[in-house]
């Protein structure tokens, strides 16, 4: 079973990070019925309106032991936008006849925060994603070798790093990275590299020791909200 992943464009910058966001807060889920779980969110978004909120419909096309089969990716600017977000829960009519629909054929598994590091490009112009789920244990160097390693990126048309906030878990690592392109030829064209670049090279030297990878998934965009 293929899993759906709900992403957003993630327009982040370092520069711009603050304790009113951005954010991202990702829903995982099982279902044996993908098609009417994109049927009933389509029906949502016509029915509530979600404000400043952007979400994107993603299928994982390769997505290795992963426990869930879908995952809706929610991306916040700010604090206000979560709070609109939570209040439409209980008032819009359309949320009921969304759970109504889905409760049938639909499990969630998982809910857990992300908070932007570090970010580039326009991922609402990459349709295809290689995502990277990490368990770091420390943080500062990690991403002082990230920030030295994508300084010469010149694969990923856009790129990040999140770390996890509330609703960790041991198994979800604690970040994930994603490589973002715009096309199927030019992910294939890096998914397939056989030898690490010299920089990739210093990375793991850097990290291997503080750092464990846990999974790495392709995720390609159906439809964005």
């Not at 009417?36 to 993603?58: F, H, M, P, R």
């Not at 690490?196 to 464990?212: D, H, L, M």
Request: hydrophobic share 40%.
């Amino acid at each position: 079973m293929k899993k759906i992943l709900l992403l957003l464009p993630l327009f982040f910058s370092p520069l711009f990070f603050s304790e009113d966001g951005p954010f991202t807060v990702f829903y995982g889920f099982q279902t044996e019925n993908p098609l009417d779980i994109v049927a009933a969110t389509d029906q949502l978004w016509e029915d509530c309106d979600k404000g400043d909120v952007v979400v994107s419909l993603n299928a994982d096309a390769i997505n290795g032991e992963s426990s869930n089969t879908h995952t809706y990716v929610v991306n916040f600017p700010d604090n206000a936008a979560f709070v609109k977000w939570n209040n439409l829960f209980a008032t819009c009519p359309g949320v009921q006849k969304y759970f109504e629909t889905v409760n049938p054929i639909i499990e969630f598994t998982q809910e857990i925060m992300g908070l932007p590091l570090r970010g580039f490009g326009d991922t609402a112009q990459s349709e295809y994603f290689q995502v990277f789920s990490i368990a770091v244990q420390n943080p500062m160097k990690f991403v002082k070798a990230y920030d030295e390693l994508m300084e010469s990126n010149t694969e990923c048309d856009s790129w990040g790093l999140l770390a996890f906030g509330a609703g960790y878990t041991r198994q979800s690592g604690t970040h994930l990275a994603y490589c973002g392109f715009n096309d199927l030829t030019s992910y294939l064209e890096q998914a397939q590299v056989r030898e690490p670049t010299e920089e990739f090279q210093k990375f793991i030297r850097k990290t291997f020791k503080i750092s464990q990878l846990n999974a790495v998934s392709m995720v390609e965009v159906v439809k964005r909200y």
